[in-house]
């Protein structure tokens, strides 16, 4: 199977797939969802960082384990459950008065801001006994 094919079911399962995965975890869906397929972690990380150094794909950074990609590539920000580690979506419009109040401090000029809140879910806050479905 030629490179660009390979490359058009990552970025698919990566786009179906709208929460955040990490490499290992989108990996282990193409596997799933393409039996037949014969593909190899090093593949998917190799495209993943190529999808994302060209923009088409964004690698979310403030997390202390693996990469999450994201194929949501317009601005907006992320919130990370400290319990179970799901990655949400923050709107763009909660932050940028807080970009342009450190400009008008220093005088600096922003080109791009990654913001990510870090706290508790409402399903790890309503959970007392539920176990918690994975899905990373
Ligand atoms: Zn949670
Ligand atoms: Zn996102």
Known sequence: MNYS???EIIYNTLKNNAVHPTADSLFEIIKKENPDLNIGIATVYRNLKL??????????SGLEDAEHFDH???THY??????????????????????????????????GYDITFHGICNECNNLNTKTIDKTE
């Open 72 to 74: 949501n590539t317009f």
């Open 51 to 60: 999808m994302s150094d060209i923009g088409m794909i964004k690698k979310i």
């Open 5 to 7: 094919k390979q490359r």
């Open 78 to 111: 992320h919130f990370i459950c400290d319990k179970c580690k799901k990655v949400f979506d923050v709107d763009a419009d909660i932050a940028p008065v807080s970009a342009v109040n450190f400009e008008k401090q220093t005088g600096f000029s922003i080109t």
